[in-house]
């Protein structure tokens, strides 16, 4: 049970797996204003760096749950360097129908709401772990424009148009579950750059360490297309965000 070797070798060297900076990270933590000693359960915790710089700098503690083995010991690795492994653990595992022993104050699943099929049951998932009046996260992709074309979209790695909504509607498809989005962080052009375009520079780097590898011709072809498909698709059609919810 692990994510397939292409994207912990396209992601190596990324702490956020998603589109969202340091700042805004550290921004949207703020922008929850919840208080120390806050629980947190994070699904698809990635290489963990939401949980333990929210910690570090917040006060929160919790478990993260990822099915890479490889981001979950760069996320242990993370919790010691930041001095917050008594504060924070990551278990690896499948986080769909992952639900906290405790309730939680904080339930996340920052950009893989496949874990839930879809954006719906991800909340309702989320919701199974939270205490009374506390705060679900979820990071979802959006349309910024429209694309013209099912090609167009699928060069957004989305199947169909309908894979995803513009911004007002996603945010009325969480009203429509029963939640009230109460804050929002939104990645930008800029950060969307910073997201995929370091991951090209692992590609490279790793096929230059890596020239015979098995897998050494599926990472030269991507390489060869991705950033031309990411500047004409990506960058001008999909947004993404982190949205904070309450239940009504």
Known sequence: MDLPRIFTIRESSHRIHNPLT??????LGQALRLPAGT??????SGSGEMLCTWARDLGFSGTGVDLSTVFTEQARARAVELGVADRVDFVHGDASGHVADEPVGLAACVGATWIGDGVAGTAALLSRSLSPGGLMLIGEPYWRRTPPSQEVAEACH???????LPLPELIEQFGDLGYDVVEMMLADQDSWDRYCAAQWLNLRRWL???PDDELAPEVRAELTTEPARYARSTREYLGWGVFALMQR
Not at 22 to 27: E, G, N, Q, R, V
Not at 39 to 44: E, F, I, M, S, Y
Request: charged share 30%; aromatic share 4%; proline share 5%.
């Open 158 to 164: 989305a199947t169909s148009l309908t894979d995803f």
């Open 22 to 27: 340091p700042d805004k990270l550290a921004a």
């Open 39 to 44: 629980r947190v359960l994070d699904l698809a």
């Open 208 to 210: 230059d360490r890596n």
